[in-house]
């Protein structure tokens, strides 16, 4: 990779996500050459994909150029690459465009779907941690229906109509809810030649709760939003298996569905090199110490979902979410000044904000330190939290914009089937 | 396909594009079966495509659900579906999803890119008619500046970088005018390690004017605002082949480039069963009378781009634009009635409401019937007059809302490489 060498260390950040550009945004005007590779040019805002699924938003508004983020910055060089091992001896990376040295490396490659080794639900069933899975689901979903409206066997229709989201995640639980919103106000304008009444969404979580991470009360109260919007919610139950007809579970429930949408886990995208069991934990994640380094390197550092860093209120590891990323990428833009400066570092401690999830139109969860509230409150401080972290005045105001008017005409536009994904050309 | 038969009669169109969907608006609370056919679930507005193709616009918000158009229309119906023939004899389509009996067929199948026979230019170009196409015109100029940061070969590096646009019609001169702008407020600040002021813009013309069917004014002032923006205009050059890296002319002139933009000719996209020479004229149009049957039948129609209806000042036939595809779907609209109800019929005539083309920033050129004019006044014309004829009211305000955006922060924020082009998946 032709970067210039200069007087300054070099940083190599893997990832643009909340982490990496958390932690560039904090060495912008350092003495440091800083090298960002991402496999996308844009910065994902993952906490609105489901949006972008139930055309609610444009998939545009919820990425953000890297270079645009990267622009004002000296000496920050950006290239478009997967990056396919790490030589922690020579102090390189490879990439699919070259290799690259590093003085500091920073692993911020956060985490792909987990499918716990199942190849027959990895191959049939659908993910959302990506723009163009998210657009895939949403031509998915709508395809399923104009299909529906083609078929006489009504147990094919019914299939068709069906969608069975496996996780009772912050995802799975923000999924189903607007689906069902769609069902009840869009469909039946839509496809009044069908009974879209017939159309189901279940919710199968293998624990006794959704919601686990959050309260008790949040947990329940989302439980009681959903199955008022009509989601079928199966507590206890795991999902063993899918064929693209039929799911299975560990008890005698079965689905019959075209559409399984898997968001029961993630793991982290560990890269080759580092991925040994030295240093990778449950989840598939890179044990780091408090400064966010990589047991037994002082200069390759892991933040953000792949990291898996200790502490006492979380023996399992912070949680895979953007604001420990984005906590980590700040701290960790501090320490590494540091150690060029050879001063001493500072352990990161995490500011817990909270976490929170909407259900659906005024229906939203939140915990906060000293507050857990739901209901209408909630839901705007949800939209609030979310336009506040999106990247750029133009998406927020994009964002803001279809929110008001999804919000005022019971509407979501962005129902397009722009690439299809079951007739996709091959 | 099925669909009820009920004591009205059936009117079959085929296509939803400026002329479909205006009939069907026409047709909204009438007396007849409506049956709309089209490859794609939505509307596509064509007329900003190229502002798709170059990050100022999200494609979501250039394209409008169809089912949505006709929610509130009793009697219709809607399919999603190719359309592969179509019987005369025994008034039937032919689809992928099945037959359809008419007692009325509307043909608005729009056009296509007509590469007139050059198989090459075919397969190495990129066009600009679809959605899908515009947004892989994006992909494919992001990853060659992102490509041509990773050569050393300056020739390689340079042909990634050169655009050459072969037409000098609207859509030609539009996108030489987006790039251009990108190249000037983009590209440096995006790509501070690569050399941008070597990207060339060309448009090559096979005529002796650009903007061929807009005033000699119009046509002028537009030259001069693309050389102003440092645009490459070759006129009377005919574009022979391109192989993917060298475009060679019916001159001495060739360009090395890796970005071929075929915008020099459309056809119109007709059908099996009414292709016959009987029927066609010049550029692959169906030839329809002043009530836009076509030849031989009282009940089969064509209109928009597809249909060629000859007029005094149009021996050619109606120009391949918007408006004679809306008069003439709510012309027909009139007629189908008419017919139905045994009236006579009207015989259309074209309002013609003249041309534009916007250049850039402050720079377009309006051609009204008693009123032609350029530059900033023309480019708010233009603006209004694109927003007002979208589809939508929060189309409308999200591209609104990029607009102000982009000419504001000379930004176009939509530089996202979502579905790679080049690297795509096989």
Not at 118 to 124: A, Y
Not at 171 to 190: H, S
Not at 257 to 277: E, F, M, Y
Not at 283 to 303: E, L, M, P, T, W
């Amino acid at each position: 990779m032709n970067i210039p060498r200069t007087s300054y260390p070099r940083v190599v950040i893997i990832g643009g996500g909340f982490a990496g550009i958390a932690l560039a945004k904090k060495l912008s005007k350092q003495e440091v050459q800083v090298v960002l590779l991402d496999k996308n040019n844009y910065h994902t805002f993952q906490p609105l994909l489901y949006q972008v699924s139930t055309g609610g938003l444009e998939p545009d508004s919820i990425a953000y150029p890297i270079r645009k983020v990267l622009k004002d910055f000296p000496n920050f060089y950006f290239r478009l690459a997967n990056v396919e091992a790490i030589d922690s001896e020579k102090n390189k990376v490879k990439t699919n465009i070259g290799n690259l040295k590093f003085d500091y490396l920073v692993i911020a490659s956060g985490s792909v779907t987990n499918y716990f080794g199942n190849t027959d639900i990895e191959k049939h069933s659908m993910a959302m941690k990506t723009i163009p899975q998210s657009l895939n689901l949403r031509s998915l979903i709508l395809e399923n229906f104009e299909d529906a409206l083609l078929t006489s066997d009504l147990n094919e229709r019914n299939a068709l109509m069906n969608f069975v989201i496996v996780g009772g995640g912050p995802t799975g639980v923000e999924l189903a809810g607007a689906l069902a919103e769609i069902k009840k106000g869009i469909l039946p304008k839509d496809y009044p030649d069908l009974d879209t009444r017939l159309a189901q969404i279940h919710v199968v979580q293998s624990g006794d709760c959704i919601l686990k991470g959050m309260s008790a009360k949040a947990s329940q109260k989302a439980e009681d939003f959903l199955e008022k919007l009509g989601v079928n919610i199966w507590k206890n139950v795991r999902v063993t298996n899918y064929d693209g007809k039929t799911v299975t579970t560990d008890t005698d429930l079965t689905f019959e569905t075209a559409t399984l949408i898997w968001a029961a886990g993630v793991k982290g995208a560990t890269i080759k090199g580092l991925d040994s069991r030295d240093f990778i934990t449950k989840g598939h994640r890179i044990i780091v110490n408090a400064f966010s380094q990589v047991k037994g390197f002082n200069h390759i550092f892991a933040i953000g979902d792949v990291a898996c860093m200790i502490t006492k209120n979380f023996p399992d590891g912070l949680p895979m979410m953007a604001q420990p990323a984005i906590q980590q990428g700040e701290q960790l833009g501090g320490n590494l000044l540091s150690i060029i400066e050879k001063k001493p570092l500072k352990p990161f401690t995490y500011k817990d904000k909270g976490a929170m999830a909407t259900i659906g139109r005024n229906k939203a969860v939140v915990d906060l330190k000293k507050w857990k509230f739901q209901g209408v409150f909630a839901w705007y401080v949800w939209m609030f939290v979310h336009l506040f972290f999106l990247i750029g005045f133009r998406n927020r105001m994009v964002v803001f914009v279809n929110w008001v008017y999804n919000y005022v005409r019971f509407d979501r536009e962005a129902r397009l089937i722009i690439r299809p994904f079951k007739k996709r050309n091959p």
